[in-house]
């Protein structure tokens, strides 16, 4: 069972346009959502992260909203630099962050086209 | 340069072997993680803890041991009884401070049983 779903697999985005990742969770107890970028062979990084007392949080280009209701989440990346080209993975949590026990989403691949 | 690193980054076993991967931390975190990365899924959880000799299953245990004898030491063993072995393992740890950023991870190893 799929708790963290990211649908699409891949998506392509020309340089400079805005890049719109989305993902979608099943476990209402999650209640912190994260971010992470991960190149080939490579270990993730994280990018960015929110709680569910939130519904957007911003830092430089990159934006994550949070539709509690709607059990989803998107990350906004404007404007899209061809260093953003990576898998990008979805992560939830059912606790505070520290020790927390993530479940991850299976990425997506996302390409910047120059 | 505070990080945590996994050694090697490649390796190579013949089926029926057991083999021990390294992950390594001097962030001065309690919580460490082993994750294993395969083609078009998610990081899954293989093994947590969250503090010195003491250790917790994730959701793909089987087939695998682990051991936290330090702080900044969680070497994973993979198993013969593991069925399919060859992955991309990634560590990573995290502070138990609340609210602060979330799990850094390693580098990877790349685990290839022939």
């Known amino acids: 069972d799929q708790q963290v779903k990211q649908n699409s697999p891949s998506l392509s985005v020309q340089e400079g346009r805005i890049s719109i990742l989305n993902c979608d969770y099943t476990?209402?107890?999650?209640?912190?959502f994260l971010w992470y970028k991960k190149y080939p062979a490579e270990g993730p990084t994280f990018l960015i992260s929110?709680?569910?007392?939130?519904d957007k949080n911003e830092d430089g280009r990159f934006t994550v909203f949070l539709n509690k209701s709607a059990k989803h989440l998107s990350l906004h990346i404007v404007p899209s630099q061809p260093g953003d080209s990576a898998v990008y993975f979805c992560?939830?949590?059912?606790?505070?962050?520290?020790?927390?026990?993530?479940?991850f989403g299976t990425g997506t691949r996302l390409t910047i086209i120059p | 340069d505070g990080g945590i690193t996994q050694s090697p980054k490649y390796l190579f076993r013949k089926e029926g072997q057991n083999v021990t991967l390294s992950c390594e931390q001097n962030?001065?975190?309690?919580?460490m993680y082993w994750y294993r990365q395969d083609p078009g899924q998610g990081l899954r959880l293989i093994y947590y803890?969250?503090?010195?000799?003491?250790?917790q299953k994730g959701d793909i245990a089987e087939g695998y041991s682990v051991s936290r004898e330090k702080k900044e030491s969680f070497p994973l063993t993979v198993t013969s009884a593991q069925k399919n072995p060859t992955a991309f393992y990634l560590c990573?740890?995290?502070?138990?401070?609340?609210?602060?950023?979330?799990?850094?991870f390693g580098p990877g190893t790349r685990l290839t049983v022939l």
């Open positions: 990573a740890s995290s502070s138990d401070l609340p609210f602060t950023d979330t799990q850094y």
């Open positions: 476990n209402s107890m999650f209640d912190y």
């Open positions: 929110i709680s569910s007392i939130k």
């Open positions: 992560a939830a949590s059912a606790t505070p962050p520290g020790n927390e026990k993530l479940t």
């Open positions: 962030l001065n975190h309690d919580a």
């Open positions: 803890s969250q503090i010195v000799n003491d250790f």
